[in-house]
């Protein structure tokens, strides 16, 4: 486990700018504590699922101290979306082995999205799903053997999206509002909005970065004002 979270801050990290914090914690490890009313949010869920919670929030406690903030509360919504604190925004993901979170109290900055997926295929019968008819296009300029991990890149793509865009709109959208368009060479993606939500018109471009490592796939969007 220390391998792998020497991985995330290494390979993760620098997918945000420098007024962004990161977190890490382990979700197989004994629960860390909660604060306040966040026990409500893991009352009537399983072990593993209240694991899960309390290390995204224990990640995001520790990227508020590296931003020189006292831990707190992060609590959620009837959507389950986190409530950050005042003057902060952030996000939080995990798998079965890694919770992260980041987190910036930085003004010029309106959201951020971050998603963590394991590297493992998605079955061709999800690919329409998950992708437009631009983004089948470009996966048909992919080898076949290709095209299945390249699917789950595009699947947690859009997840760190639909994550950031959230906080702004509060419109929750399927696979298929979103073209995305990957440069596997640079690790960067554009996302571009297929309709109208609000205060995000239909072609916004939303810019994003990626990480491919051995055990899983990092995305990364931050949303600026202006």
């Known amino acids: 486990m220390i391998q792998q979270r020497f991985c995330l801050a290494e ?4 997918l945000f700018s420098d007024r962004v914090a990161m977190g890490w ?21 399983a072990a593993r699922r209240a694991r899960e919670f309390a290390a995204g929030r224990a ?10 903030h006292m831990p707190r509360p992060v609590l ?3 959507d389950r979306a986190p409530i950050w604190p005042a003057g902060m925004t952030g996000s939080i993901t995990h798998t079965d082995h890694d919770a992260l979170a980041v987190v910036t109290d930085d003004p010029a900055i309106l959201a951020l ?9 998605l079955e061709p019968n999800l690919w329409p799903v998950i992708c437009t008819q631009n983004d089948l296009l470009w996966l048909a300029g992919l080898g076949p053997t290709q ?27 399927d696979f298929h509002a979103l073209d995305l368009t990957p440069d596997l060479a ?13 205060h995000l018109p239909e072609g916004t471009r939303f ?9 899983s796939i990092i995305t990364a969007v931050e949303i600026h004002r202006g």
């Open 147 to 173: 095209r299945g991990n390249f699917v789950k890149l595009l699947f947690s793509a859009k997840e760190a999206v639909y994550k950031a865009q959230y906080q702004i709109s509060r419109c929750m959208l």
């Open 76 to 78: 959620h919504g009837d």
């Open 186 to 198: 640079s690790g960067r993606f554009v996302a571009t909005l297929r309709q109208d939500v609000p």
């Open 11 to 14: 390979y993760a990290r620098p």
């Open 113 to 121: 999205g971050l998603d963590m997926e394991p590297t493992a295929p």
């Open 59 to 68: 990640a995001a406690r520790s990227a508020m101290e590296q931003l020189g």
């Open 207 to 215: 810019d994003g970065r990626f990480s491919i490592l051995a055990n």
């Open 25 to 45: 914690a382990d979700p197989k490890a004994p629960m860390p504590r909660l604060m306040g009313d966040e026990v409500l949010a893991i009352e009537q869920v």
